[in-house]
């Protein structure tokens, strides 16, 4: 009762949680966006979250205020923080509450990950209706637990109906970020110094980065130079200086000899590097996968294979049987096997076509606006 009792503000308020990784948080942007333009700007938006700089930093940019709670999660290898974890829970549960009663929202939309958790539980006590959203083809372990206290369900894949209610759970897709749609090859051409003449193979990590995807493509640069085959590299901002280093051991020439490494991409850029990419290499989250669905980009995905559920795994094999990517395994990511596969699909354009035209049967272009309105939609059973 504390709900309906407290949340008498004109304005209509909405929670929003997740984050840690784009895959997270950009999903959470594009809701946001399609319900401040449903609401016309009359809508207060609150983020609720784990303190990280990355999703601090995206959701300053959108002018949505964020309260910060801890949060834990169970490690799949030995840490120390496995034995402190269980006891942040509780305390980042005691904050979510306390965010809550003074902000109540008239609805949570929840991605998942372990910072979701105590916003949930938190919000499920207050009896606020709450829509969370799964990204990917095996849903989170997080996502199966809140899935006990969710009003809605949304899903990416129809595989993981396997893990929710039915009666509760619609298949949405992956919101994109509508900037990736805008993407102009002529303006990467100018920004990441390329030539139009020559294939660019545009390298993506996700937006932390991976090592073993970079050291994969430090090992071939110098034979892709030799091919005059240009390469846009997301290092991640962690191993940029690295990389960097590493290239210029190399005699490679930064920016002037067809290698470009950005520590991180932001949406105008990297739309624009994928309008450029004659292909990409990619890690199998399930945001880049909808990104590259929406540009119809053929792709070499590499799952990372410490991913939770093994849920990058199953995204990229999902994407592959219909012909939608090329998977490999980080185990197979040797020097002769990706040079193999890079030629083979540079060297096919008929191919590229294909695997983008079938890629692109994963992209919802109405996923943001799908989501938006089943949070609509609880707000207004209130």
């Known amino acids: 009762m504390i709900h309906n009792s407290v949340s008498m503000a004109d304005i209509p308020r909405v929670v929003l949680t997740g984050g840690i990784s784009g895959g997270h948080t950009f999903p959470l942007i594009a809701v946001a966006r399609t319900l401040r333009q449903q609401f016309a700007g009359d809508l207060e938006l609150l983020f609720i979250g784990s303190r990280g700089r990355f999703e601090s930093d995206a959701m300053a940019r959108e002018d ?20 402190l974890d269980p006891f942040k829970v509780p305390l980042g549960f005691i904050q979510a509450l306390w965010h809550l009663f003074f902000f109540m929202p008239d609805a949570v939309f929840a991605k998942g990950g372990s910072a ?13 209706p709450i829509l969370i959203h799964d990204s990917d083809a095996v849903a ?19 595989g993981a109906h396997n893990f929710f209610p039915k009666d509760k759970t619609a298949l949405t897709g992956n919101p994109v970020r509508e900037e990736i749609l805008s993407g102009d090859a002529a303006r990467a051409v100018v920004q990441f110094r390329l030539s139009p003449e020559k294939p660019v193979i545009l390298v993506l990590g996700g937006s932390q980065g991976a090592q073993t995807l970079n050291e994969a493509i430090l090992h071939i640069l110098p034979q892709l130079l030799e091919k005059n085959i240009q390469v846009l590299h997301q290092t ?70 410490s991913a939770a559920n093994d849920e990058q795994r199953m995204n990229a094999y999902d994407v592959a049987a ?32 294909t695997m983008g035209e079938k890629l692109h049967s994963f992209y919802h272009a109405d996923a943001a606006s799908q989501i938006a309105d089943g949070v609509r939609v609880l707000m207004q059973k209130i």
Do not use: C
């Open 140 to 158: 989170g372990r997080a996502n199966r637990f809140l899935a006990h206290f969710a009003t809605r369900i949304s899903i990416a894949y129809p």
């Open 322 to 353: 219909l012909g939608g990517a090329l998977v490999l395994e980080e185990a197979n990511l040797g020097e002769h096997l990706l040079l193999e596969n890079i030629d083979k699909l540079l060297g096919d354009p008929g191919l590229r076509q």
């Open 236 to 305: 991640g901002s962690a191993h940029y200086e690295m990389i960097v280093a590493a290239v210029e051991a190399y005699g490679v020439k930064i920016g002037e000899s067809g290698y470009t490494p950005v520590p991180f991409f932001e949406a105008a850029a990297l739309a624009d590097a994928l309008a450029a990419a004659t292909l990409v290499i990619s890690r199998a989250g399930a945001g880049s996968i909808a990104e590259l669905a929406a540009t119809k980009k053929a792709a070499i995905l590499v799952p990372l294979e």
């Open 116 to 128: 979701s958790v105590p916003v949930v539980l938190a919000a499920w006590i207050y009896r606020i």
């Open 64 to 83: 949505i205020p964020v309260r910060y709670v801890l949060t834990g999660k169970w490690r799949r290898y030995f840490s120390f923080q496995n034995l």
